[in-house]
């Protein structure tokens, strides 16, 4: 038996926003969406157009207040074929929490307050 990655799932606040954020900033773009009728949440799929992973955003109507997110020890990992000009983009968006130099490697921070860890390429 084998198991694959198929998904990961956060749980936004201002669906709109995160949107933005996650196109600006990663490039990712929306490839399925799911609403019920009486509108009590909505799931949105993201992807980045060249593996089958998803990030799924979970948006739930009567949230009334953003997430508490702990101690947030967990993450999600980026990597991009130019790191350089991510890291450009990303200071002048203003979004840049953390950088270690010495490790090659900087952390994001999404609308949420999650972090994303960016990689050069041939990192894992």
């Known amino acids: 038996m084998a198991f694959t990655f198929a998904h990961n799932n956060i749980n936004v606040f201002d669906l709109p926003k ?24 909505i799931l949105v799929f993201l992807g980045d157009g060249q593996t089958a992973h998803r990030l799924e955003l979970t948006w739930l109507r009567d949230r009334a207040k953003k997430y508490n997110l702990g101690d947030n020890e967990i993450h999600l990992a980026f990597r ?20 270690n130099p010495k490790m090659g490697i ?19």
């Open 18 to 41: 995160s949107l933005k954020f996650y196109g600006e900033a990663l490039g990712l773009g929306e490839v399925r969406r799911i609403a019920p009728e009486d509108g009590s949440f």
């Open 106 to 124: 900087y952390f994001i921070e999404d609308p949420d307050g999650y972090w994303l860890e960016i990689l050069p390429p041939g990192r894992a």
């Open 80 to 99: 991009t074929d130019d790191y350089d000009e991510a890291f450009r983009r990303h200071k002048a968006m203003e979004v840049v929490c953390f950088e």
